[in-house]
């Protein structure tokens, strides 16, 4: 940032200008409106129509599109892509690239953290005298779907992977080439949160059981803003496969726990909030592509030189 010296240079204004119209030429380039529009049209879409079928998400015909609204982000990230690649367009600087190698060594203990939270919250509700943690249940969903192996499947599809190539793996670089990691998590976390609303209409779902307007309902809304800064953090430490497993490790720990009382949520929801803080707190900067730079205004090009080359006025 450069002050202004006996009248020459740029200022710090006319600077400030310059990075936000090419933040706003790179936001209007970088597909993010698309990716949310289509996100959102598709999901919704898809999950009025379980709606108005009523039923179980897990029956026929109401399993058909509450399953294709679960990819609503996969369907954006897809259209950003084919849209970028026709127009040959440079990847976005805070991309992390596919292939990770040694990186993705990190998905494992970030699912297990991932985990720890949940465990965390409920131990600790359960000592201060909250709902007393049990595998009962999980134990009974674990043979409903035929045993663990289809159950970890079954709780990959529907949330990991169907979501996190999208919010991490498209909406979150392109967030990240204007704002910090932690502005980024909590406007992602808001769309995020909003993006599931439909779910508590659908009859059998965690959400619909919940109900909107209730404590537990605001409870699972409101930890959906950790759960993304964490997913950001994974993502940046070795991409889509390291959020794919963070997610899992939230959703597949809820499952098997239970975890549907709000005082429980609550205490969830403060061991997510204490680890995001510290680990974004304890992250340095980096980047993993040159950033992309956009055109400066030729408004303000005209304004910078003729501003450089006036005399000083005494």
Known sequence: MFQRKSGTGPTESGEALRQVEVGNTYGRQSGLALFFAVTFTTTWFFWLIAIALGGSPTSSP???????????????AIVVRVRRARRREPVPARTVRFRQGIRLFWAPPLLVLASATVVAGALLADFLGGTEVSLTEGKELISTVGGIVPFFVSMLIAGPLAEEPGWRGTAYPRLRASMSRLQAGLLLGAVWAVWHLPLFFIEGTVQA????????????????????????????????????????????????????????QAFVLAVQVVLAITLLATQRGRRTDPPVQAAPHPHQVVTDASRQVSPTRG
């Open 62 to 76: 109401t399993a058909i599109p509450y399953l294709l609204g679960g990819f609503g982000p996969v369907f954006g």
């Open 209 to 264: 059981e919940f109900g909107l307007i209730s404590w537990s309902g605001l409870m699972f809304s409101l930890s959906v803003i950790p759960v993304a800064l964490l997913t950001g953090y994974a993502y940046e430490r070795a991409g889509v496969a390291a959020a794919v497993a963070v997610h899992l490790g939230f959703n597949a720990t809820m499952a098997v726990l239970t975890v549907d009382s709000p005082v429980t």
